[in-house]
């Protein structure tokens, strides 16, 4: 990535930045946090003693301060106010190795309770985080590779002087992020029809385009086979190309918008890099 991109000057959806987290996460995270950690009087008899926490919690981080923090036992203090303060600057102001090492160690403990994983999960999936739960695992939603994907063609058709492209590209990674995943699969079919007809002006169609970069720039047949059979699903997918003509949202998840963005913009790059090649471009 340029330094741009990896500064957040150029657009990626946020499911792709990795390595982060966003201020709406954290403020998810502590709320859940909040909503999780129940505490009681230290002396019933004496309330001005505090409170303190107590339950499974109590055991969780009794044990990550011993086996995980390393931290001799006795000096472990169950004290809430104390107990909440140290969260809350865990959540609000580590890094994401910090703050995802704390929940994963959480999520993995024997006495962690279920409804604290499912709510972690929630607020990842709410948040568009680039990291999801999978077998009690913090792992990244999208790879390092469809990341780079994504950036490189951004700056490519940025570069190429293909704007119509790079904006669809923006919009596409722009709707990932906001939740609007059949917009992100249409801006992503876009970008790849604006290159092609870029480079075949005389193209209608996707298909007629890509048989005519085929024969003037050597695109390998299958490729071009796999790319049309991708553009024929966001085609067919009700509401997607077409206008919805039934009640009910488009059967488009999370999942897809990313995996068609970073499909597209690798055949953005490919075309783009395919026509310098055989000198369709400079």
């Known amino acids: 990535m340029t330094f ?16 982060e987290i966003s201020p709406e996460l954290r403020s998810r995270l502590w709320a859940t946090i909040i909503a999780s950690v129940p505490s009681g009087l230290k002396n019933a008899v004496r309330p001005s ?27 472990f203090d169950a004290d809430y106010e104390k107990v909440m303060g140290n969260l809350k600057y865990l959540i609000w102001e580590t890094n994401y190795i910090s703050v995802f090492g704390f929940l994963q160690e959480v999520i993995r403990h024997p006495k962690c309770p279920s409804e604290f994983t499912s709510s972690v999960e929630r607020e990842l999936r709410t948040a568009r985080a680039p990291y999801r739960i999978v077998a009690k695992t ?4 999208a790879s390092e590779q469809e990341a780079a994907a994504v950036a490189t063609a951004i700056e490519t058709t940025k570069n190429a002087n293909f704007a119509g492209a790079y904006e669809h590209l923006k919009q596409a990674a722009e709707a990932c992020t906001k939740g609007n995943y059949p917009d992100s699969v249409r801006e992503s079919i876009h970008a790849v029809e604006s290159v092609a007809r870029m480079l075949d002006k005389d193209a209608k169609e996707l ?49 897809d918008a990313v995996f068609m963005l970073s499909a597209c913009a690798s ?16």
């Open 207 to 255: 298909s007629s385009a890509l048989a005519a970069l085929e024969a003037k720039s050597g695109v390998h047949g299958a490729l071009k086979q796999g790319f049309l059979k991708l553009y024929g699903y966001a085609s067919d997918e009700k509401g997607i190309r077409h206008p919805m003509l039934e009640s009910g949202a488009p059967n488009v998840d999370e999942v």
């Open 49 to 75: 003693l505090g409170r303190e926490v107590y339950g499974e919690w109590e055991n969780i981080l009794f044990d990550i301060h011993t086996y995980v923090d390393m931290k001799p036992a006795d000096e």
């Open 267 to 282: 055949f953005v790059s490919y075309l783009i890099g395919k026509a310098r090649a055989s000198g369709l471009i400079a």
């Open 4 to 19: 741009a991109q990896a500064e957040g000057a150029e657009p990626l959806p946020s499911q792709m930045k990795q390595k």
């Open 138 to 141: 913090i792992m990244p939603f």
